[in-house]
């Protein structure tokens, strides 16, 4: 057993025959049958405003406008977002629609996702019945009034009348919902999270001419470094359009889109996750002692900048790859959802991350006039020289 619904592709359908419904019940008196017939005209009254409630309720009406309940968000207000982890728990593909259900599918996915009392199908439902209920209460008033109404106008045109505003309304409310669509999809809704990504080949070569570098202490901790590298996963924080990547669930982004996503994006740092499994290196939390350095000119003529390419280690990890080096919390590969492959989206952050860092634990604000650090423009290893513990 599963709600009920209307999938979005029925809408024109669903907004006539909702105005038309509408128009049509204004025109019923229960003067237009006997006494003794007129329970069960109060009784169809009544289904046929609960009915009606239950269609401009449903999603083909409503559109993305009623896309959700707003209990969740209204309850959002009073709890945390991030009081725990994450679920990556997935709808199965041949569930698209609401109420959409394939026969094979499992009817317990579709009721967990769609049928809580907070959910928009649900509160239709609820909101239908209510509709009925009241319609049946307050049917000798209405009737009443309707038939003082017709009283004071000539024969019929009460009726018409009563059948144009109402349906009407119907009619207006389903233009509307057009137009705030319209008018949402003017403003591109932009969110901000995490996707992983292969490491570019200029950054790694960058890397790796790095840690080949002498060593003050030994090269011990620059294998250690390459080998957490070899079999690490890299993660890049970006702002991406909610209304083309809806939902919270992780998204594999084809070639074109993921290229799409980075596009101009300034990312400073690339999170690391190295396989558990690495050698740790000691000391455990510290900037790595060699830094690479390149120099590049400033938007202002004749001037010039530093930009430093470094490693963060954190409990014997390497943490990131920065032109700075923000401390961060420890992260290895077995971090990451298992299904994480590169080019996935990760709308509602990574399963990691703590109450405490929060989902901005590697945003940092880039200034309008600081230098571009877009992937491309990271450093290639002929545009380096090197510094060893600040020298």
């Known amino acids: 057993m599963r709600l009920p619904d209307i999938p979005l592709r029925h809408h024109r359908t669903v907004r006539t025959a909702a105005a038309l419904g509408t128009g049509a019940l204004a025109l019923v008196r229960r003067r237009d049958v006997s006494a003794e017939r007129q329970t069960g005209l109060r009784a169809g009254n009544a289904l046929a405003n609960a009915g009606l409630t239950w269609l401009t309720g449903s999603s083909a009406f409503l559109g993305r406008v009623g896309g959700s309940s707003g209990l969740n968000e209204f309850l959002e207000v009073f709890t945390s977002r991030d009081s725990g982890p994450v679920r990556y728990a997935s709808t199965p593909a041949h569930i698209s629609d609401v109420g959409a259900l394939d026969s094979d599918a499992d009817a317990d996915t579709w009721w967990d996702e769609h049928a809580s009392v907070t959910s928009p199908a649900f509160l239709n439902a609820v909101t239908a019945a209510a509709a009925g209920a009241a319609s049946w209460a307050l049917w000798p008033l209405t009737e009443r009034l309707a038939e003082k109404v017709d009283e004071k106008l000539p024969s019929g045109v009460g009726r018409g009348l009563n059948a144009v505003v109402n349906g009407g309304i119907v009619a207006l409310t389903a233009v509307l919902i057009d137009k705030v669509e319209s008018w949402a999809d003017d403003v591109e809704d932009l969110d901000y999270a995490p996707v992983e990504i292969e490491l570019p080949t200029h950054i790694r070569e960058s890397v790796?001419?790095?840690?080949?570098?002498?060593?003050?202490?030994?090269?011990?901790?620059?294998?250690?470094?390459?080998?957490?590298?070899?079999?690490?996963r890299f993660v890049v924080w970006v702002n991406y359009p909610r209304t083309e990547y809806p939902g919270n669930e992780p998204i594999t982004l084809a070639p074109d889109q993921l290229a799409e996503v980075i596009g101009d994006e300034d990312i400073e740092r690339i999170d690391v996750y190295p396989s558990a499994s690495s050698p740790r290196v000691v000391p455990g939390t510290q900037t790595y002692p060699v830094v690479g350095i390149r120099d590049t000119m400033d938007k202002e003529p004749g001037a010039t900048s530093v930009m430093?390419?470094?490693?963060?280690?954190?409990?014997g990890y390497l943490d990131g790859i920065s032109f700075s080096a923000p401390d961060s919390e420890v992260r290895v590969s077995d971090d990451l959802p298992a299904d994480s492959v590169p080019g996935t989206l990760h709308p509602e952050g990574l399963e990691q991350e703590s109450d405490d860092a929060g989902y901005w634990s590697s945003f940092e604000i880039i200034d309008e006039e600081e230098q571009s650090t877009m992937l491309a423009t990271w450093p290639a290893p002929d545009q380096l020289t090197f510094r060893t513990d600040g020298n």
């Open 208 to 232: 790796n001419l790095l840690l080949s570098q002498p060593h003050p202490i030994g090269q011990t901790t620059a294998e250690a470094v390459s080998e957490q590298l070899d079999t690490a």
């Open 308 to 315: 430093e390419l470094s490693l963060s280690i954190v409990n």
